[in-house]
């Protein structure tokens, strides 16, 4: 499978800051990049999807000013959690992917915890 | 109704035993079927994808497609302490011009030895 890296794999802020979330495709070019959210013993429930070179469309419920998206190049894409507030402690994890969906390989998450 | 449903579990079985997880559907408009294995505190694992009805082998595990009961399956045989983990079921859909996938909530498997 593909090799996507995640940085940092956990981190703890204080509510208010603002915390970026690094996601690298390492051996392929990712076209589009899916960023999840996925809270305790719940199900991965998708927030966003950016393709490179474009703004991200975000799901329904998700704050576009809060959860910023950037995907400037084929294999980096981050995540910006603005003005974190304690219900935003989440594990993301990013996924990018080059043709079918089928081939959506996941990083190993970031666990933010927002105190 | 959700789109994807999937049992939550806990599931635990013996070392050796044939595994069994499940998950059902509502949207005719999925294309392709996977599953995914997360062990905690990680990442989703891809580990199977189909996109017709039938069967998929590969190695212990065995994928099934129902498309006309809208029902798929993963089988594990010879289960190992090792493949304990959280199973999630995915399926992809074409939505606003892109893939999406949609996802079960997972089946937590442990395998006691």
């Known amino acids: 499978g593909a090799v996507v890296s995640q940085h940092p794999s956990w981190v703890i802020c204080k509510s208010g800051t603002s915390v970026k979330i690094e996601c690298r495709s390492l051996?392929?070019?990712?076209?589009?990049m899916f960023w999840y959210r996925q809270f305790p013993k719940q199900s991965l429930m998708l927030m966003a999807t950016?393709?490179?070179?474009?703004?991200?469309?975000?799901e329904q419920g998700v704050e576009k000013d809060k959860f910023l998206i950037n995907h400037a190049s084929l294999t980096l894409s981050t995540l910006t959690v603005t003005s974190a507030h304690p219900e935003d402690s989440s594990f993301y994890i990013c996924?990018?992917?080059?043709?079918?969906?089928?081939?959506?390989?996941f990083g190993p998450g970031t666990r933010l915890t927002v105190t | 109704q959700k789109e994807v449903e999937q049992d939550p579990g806990p599931l635990s079985v013996p070392e050796g035993a044939i595994v069994s997880l499940n998950c059902t559907y509502s949207n005719s408009a999925f294309q392709y079927f996977m599953w995914y294995r997360q062990y905690s505190r990680k990442g989703p694992e891809l580990l199977m994808y189909?996109?017709?009805?039938g069967n998929k082998e590969d190695g212990r595990f065995t994928a099934q497609v129902d498309k006309s009961s809208k029902y798929i399956s993963l089988f594990i045989r010879d289960s190992q302490p090792s493949d304990s983990a959280t199973y999630l079921c995915a399926m992809s859909v074409t939505q606003g011009g892109s893939e999406k996938l949609v996802f079960g909530k997972g089946t937590k498997l442990t395998v006691n030895p």
């Open positions: 996924s990018p992917s080059s043709t079918n969906s089928y081939e959506q390989y």
């Open positions: 189909t996109y017709s009805s």
């Open positions: 051996d392929f070019q990712a076209t589009t």
């Open positions: 950016s393709n490179e070179g474009s703004k991200a469309t975000y």
